[in-house]
Structure formats: C-alpha cells, structure tokens
C-alpha cells in the first residue's frame, strides 16, 4: 500500500502541520489518487479511505477530527472533533481552530488558499483555514488571527494556484490592490497566495512560510479546479498540537 504523500511545514514543536498532495490513496480517474473531497463524483467509500490513510500517516486521531462545510466565506470557529465520515455535523464555516492537543484540523482545497496559524508558548492553539478569493477579501485570514487572541503567531501557507494560472476580472482585480497592495496583481493575473500573506501581515502575524508551488500547473502533485475544470478532487491541510506528555 502507498503511503499517502505530504509536504511538511517547518513550524515548531509542538505544532504539526502537512498539507497533502493527490499521491497515495485509492481513488480512480480524474480524482486519482488521494482525493479528500467528499463534495465531488467521487466514491464515498474511496474518499474515507483516503482520508483515513492520510491521518494515520500523520499519526493523527480520526475520530478527533474537526472539518469545515467550506462556504468561501469568513467565519472561524473552535472546532468540535466529529470525525471525518459526518459531513453534515460540520459547520459552515471555512476555518476551524482549537488548543486541544491531538486534535487534528482539516480543510480542504484546490486552488485556493491552505493556512495554518500556530500560537506558541504556554498556552499553545492552532488555526486550519480555507482562504479563496471571496474568503480573502472577506477577512477569512483575519478571523482566525482574532480567534487565536495573540500577537505572536507563526503562519504556515500551502500550495495554491499561482498567479501564473490565475486570472480574474479586471474588476477583481482590482478590489485585491485596492485591499493588499497593488503588487499583488499583474494585469488581471493575481496573486493569492502573496494576497494571503499580506492578509497575515495586517494581522500582525510576522512569521510566514510558503510552499512557493503552483496546484495548477503541477499535475502530478496536486488538484486543480481551474486546470480540470471542476472535475476534479481535493487536497488538504492537517493541523493539530502534538501531545508533548508522549514525544
């Protein structure tokens, strides 16, 4: 069996975070192999597996598991651990956050935006957000900055689509200098992930990693829903505090 495979961010203990790719899981088709998205035509059964491959392979409690029903908009809320196989006794909202330890946080995506937020020291806490263009323009970034209720935290950004693939109206576009600066868009080219980053800065977060890859113009690595036009999976970010009584 193939392990599913992940790309680790570089936070600290006790802080876990991996954002997956399409490599390692079950599924078939244009959702081959590790699709996570059960809002897809994809088997039910095969998008559990995965989901269950994924979290073992990070030695994550599946039962634990907290998610979102991603609406694309701003909200952030603690997370409730229902597991991943209820997808209905997820709330609405598209990020989630807790400070219990072994809890994993899952969002999903592809194309937009995975964001982690870790606040460090005694008292430790983790956000997973879901940040596309209507949640960045909406505060979705400065939600879970605000849920976190510090002035240091760490953000750690996963592959999204790249401003080489994302083009929008000149109207959007322009709505994201207007917000974030006018760097962040070429002509109606945009850039997210950078618009993500600048979200992060406003909110004070001083300490931002990125996984500098484009999802849609890697399609060995990663879905896309602009490149496949909509029939496509979904990778995903797993946060969660590792219990340090254990390590």
């Known amino acids: 069996m193939t392990s599913p495979t992940t790309i680790q961010g570089t936070v600290p203990a006790p802080f876990r975070v991996a954002f997956s790719t399409r490599l390692g899981g079950v599924s078939e088709g244009s959702f081959a192999s590790l699709n996570l998205g059960l809002a897809t035509d994809d088997s039910e059964t095969a998008v559990l597996e995965n989901r269950t491959r994924l979290l073992a392979a990070l030695e994550a409690d599946v039962s634990r598991a907290s998610m979102c029903r991603q609406v694309h908009g701003a909200t952030v ?16 909202r598209d990020g989630v956050w807790t400070d219990g330890r072994m809890q994993p946080l899952v969002v999903l995506s592809a194309d937009c935006v995975p964001v982690a937020l870790c606040r460090p020291g005694t008292m430790p806490a983790v956000a997973a957000v879901h940040a596309g263009w209507r949640g960045l323009l909406g505060g979705v970034v ?5 849920a976190l209720e510090s002035t240091t935290l760490i953000a750690s950004i996963g592959p999204a689509i790249g401003r080489c693939c994302y083009e929008v109206s000149s109207d959007l576009a322009g709505e994201f200098r207007a917000r974030f600066g006018r760097d962040v868009a070429s002509g109606n080219q945009v850039d997210l992930v950078l618009s993500a980053r600048r979200a992060l800065e406003g909110a004070g977060v001083t300490v931002v990693e990125t996984v500098d890859l484009c999802t849609a113009c890697d399609s060995r690595l990663f879905f896309s829903h602009r490149r496949d036009a909509g029939t496509t999976g979904r990778q995903g970010l797993v946060a969660f505090i590792e219990d340090t009584d254990t390590m």
């Open 77 to 92: 809320s603690r997370g409730v651990p229902t597991g991943i196989d209820k997808p209905y006794e997820h709330p609405e």
């Open 142 to 146: 400065d939600a879970a900055a605000r």
